[in-house]
């Protein structure tokens, strides 16, 4: 009966570990816990882990290869169940076994010092020491990882593959480094000074990963400060484009202004000659060159139709057909998000249907209701972009100077609650927003 009930309690702890390991897990993926699926995946892993474990336990109590196991089963169990990136997932799973293992190890480490036996021994007991232990590690256990979560502070890790690679490497090193030295720990023969070494060489260990982790937050603030800064340099460059568009507006209908002045005196000096037919032609060459000045749509917002009127401009230049279709109902969206939007959506494809040559074609679509906006552009392509470069990364040389178009379109899109969407349809490339109106 004692023991039933001794491997019950074991069991019981094993349930609560794996509750707050995945707890862990869960929240450093942005898993959402609302939804019904979000409680089953939560709980079915914690329970199929505990199930692991406790098989595990009937073959030893411990040895380095069970890390492996734990951290190979976590990361497998969110590849398949829980959305997120890949190299997030095996961190957050390398990172509990982390935490895992070195509470662990310093707990067993300090009472076996204290009480002068060997861990194993502490495992194998049944008394009042053993569940010490257990509530130290599971204290230790909880406070370690919900430090951790809110020094992440809830923001999506961006660190280039480079930095997740040593990342990965340096916790993967401690957790092996904290196997190797369990298993001495857990040999009989070792004398009281050598066990306070290797328990000192543990508490090392625990703040070298306290360091990296502590690198690890610092690197991400860093690339993320950098990425806001390239965002709010595309900003400058449309709001610089848009002040110079204005400028040359501006300079045009003075120029207009003179011109007609002008030709107006010319029209009434050959009509009082009496030379109507001279005037009506005359009339007629100036209209044909109003007519070159395009105004390819009006969203009755002068801002924003200095941009979009001047890319649209400039894909013509190119040689590029514009078709575009809008509604004059855009309020709700701040017009310098709009300008940032629309700029890097209509950048894109134009450069992306200039390659398409003579058959290059640009179409815009916008369309507003009371509560949202829908921007559609599309353009011409020579073979599909998506079957090759599903998350649109930049093909130029220089990676770390491009790339932002599409980051600062998802960006404006999750300011305003929406939506992006990326598809092809007979060799056409198509980029949607959906942008929901800020009601006032």
Known sequence: MSDFLWNSFEIAVTLCEQFIIFYFICNFLRHDFKTPRGKIVYVSGSVLSTAMITALNFVTLYDWWLSVIYITFWFVFSLIFISGRVLSKLLAAILADVVLISTSNLVTGILSIALKSTP?????????????????????????????LKSVNKTILEMKKKEWVLIISVFSISTLSFAIIQVALNESMLSEATSLMLLLSEIGLIALNIICLYIMISLNQSNRIAEELKLKEQQLKHDIQYAETVR???????????????????????????????????????????????????VGNDFVNAILNSKLSIAKSKGIEV??????????????????????????????????????????????????????????????????????????????????????????????????????????????VILGKKIE
């Not at 040359?248 to 002045?261: P, T, V």
């Not at 552009?377 to 932002?404: A, W």
Request: hydrophobic share 35%.
């Open 120 to 148: 194993m021994q502490l495992y194998s007991t049944q008394g009042v020491y053993r569940v010490l232990g257990v509530l130290m590690c599971q204290t230790l256990n909880l406070f370690l990882f919900s430090l951790i």
């Open 248 to 298: 040359s507006q501006y300079q045009e209908i003075r120029q207009i202004r003179h011109d007609i002045k002008q030709h107006l005196d010319a029209v009434s000096g050959l009509q009082l000659e009496g030379k109507i037919d001279a005037a009506q032609k005359y009339i007629s060459e100036i209209s044909s060159g109003l007519e070159r000045i395009e105004m390819f749509m009006d």
């Open 323 to 432: 078709l575009c279709s809008s509604s004059n109902k855009i309020g709700g969206i701040n017009e310098y998000d709009l300008c940032n939007l629309i700029g890097n959506m209509l950048d894109n494809a134009t450069e992306a249907a200039e390659k398409t040559g003579d058959n290059a074609v640009v179409e815009v679509s916008i369309l507003s209701d009371k509560y949202k906006l829908m921007i559609t552009v599309s353009n011409s392509i020579l073979q599909s972009v998506l079957s090759g470069n599903s998350e649109l990364k930049t093909t130029k040389r220089k990676t770390f100077l491009h790339g932002f178009g599409v980051k600062s379109i998802r960006t404006i899109a999750e300011k305003y609650s929406g939506s992006v969407d990326f598809y092809e349809e007979n060799l056409t490339f198509f980029c949607r």
